[in-house]
């Protein structure tokens, strides 16, 4: 299972808004609706910030979304704040016969 | 409150097997639903999904790197180790392992990882 594709980057100046795509393919992201995101603050454990598809866990901020279109499911984060600057990552569970798991290569998101 | 905590060698020489534990508190390994996962991280690369083990001692790994793997629990010490056998320089990165959570089949929590370094 390959990968789903994140840009490598994105940037947004405090209190704007950024969308973060992943694509993937009708194997993964478009047949499941098991779409979480990760926000990972390098040198810090990952936080799950997003799952299925467009569901917050307790304590994140409604100023993370998602949602998904087809093969592509999309992170926005609104009214950009310094703390947000990490990397992003998609992960889409793929189940087929196996449990499998694919992640995206990741986002830096920069706050200018 | 749940945590998770890795540990093993920071260097290992190729074709080596690697062994790393993941020491966690804060659930059961013996509740039905519940996972513990691993996931790698190469330098600048992107997170790759490695192998889980179910309460049941279900066992799941990732098609590429089936041969390689091994993941076992211990019930009684909260933990679980991850085996890799025939280590190779491309192996090296960040380990983490994560629990997963059995309703939105994400990894909601993780270690911080431990930093594996593999010499030629």
């Known amino acids: 299972q390959s990968a789903l594709t994140q840009p490598p980057s994105a940037s947004g100046s405090p209190g704007q808004s950024v969308t973060i795509s992943c694509t993937g393919t009708s194997s993964d992201i478009g047949n499941y609706n098991y779409i979480s995101w990760y926000q990972h603050h390098p040198g810090k454990a990952p936080k799950l910030i997003i799952y299925a598809v467009a569901k917050r866990p307790s304590g994140v901020p409604d100023r993370f979304s998602g949602s998904k279109s087809g093969s592509t499911a999309s992170l926005t984060v609104s009214g950009l704040q310094a703390d947000d600057e990490a990397d992003y990552y998609c992960s889409a569970y793929v189940g087929n016969n196996n449990f499998e798991w694919v992640f995206g290569g990741g986002t830096k998101l920069t706050v200018l | 409150q749940i945590t998770l905590k890795e540990s093993g060698p920071t260097l290992v020489k190729s074709t080596q097997t690697l062994t790393l534990t993941c020491t966690f508190s804060g659930f059961s390994l013996s509740t039905s639903g519940v996972g513990v996962g691993w996931i790698r991280q190469p330098p600048g690369k992107a997170l790759e999904w490695l192998a889980i083990?179910?309460?049941?001692?279900?066992?799941r790994y990732s098609p590429s790197l089936k041969s390689r793997l091994t993941v076992a629990k211990d019930t009684s010490k909260n933990q679980v180790v991850l085996t890799m056998t025939n280590m190779d320089p491309v192996d090296t990165g960040t380990y983490f392992c994560?629990?997963?959570?059995?309703?939105?089949?994400?990894?909601?929590?993780w270690g911080l990882g431990t930093r594996v370094a593999v010499s030629s």
């Open positions: 994560a629990h997963r959570d059995w309703i939105s089949l994400s990894f909601d929590y």
């Open positions: 083990i179910f309460w049941d001692d279900d066992k």
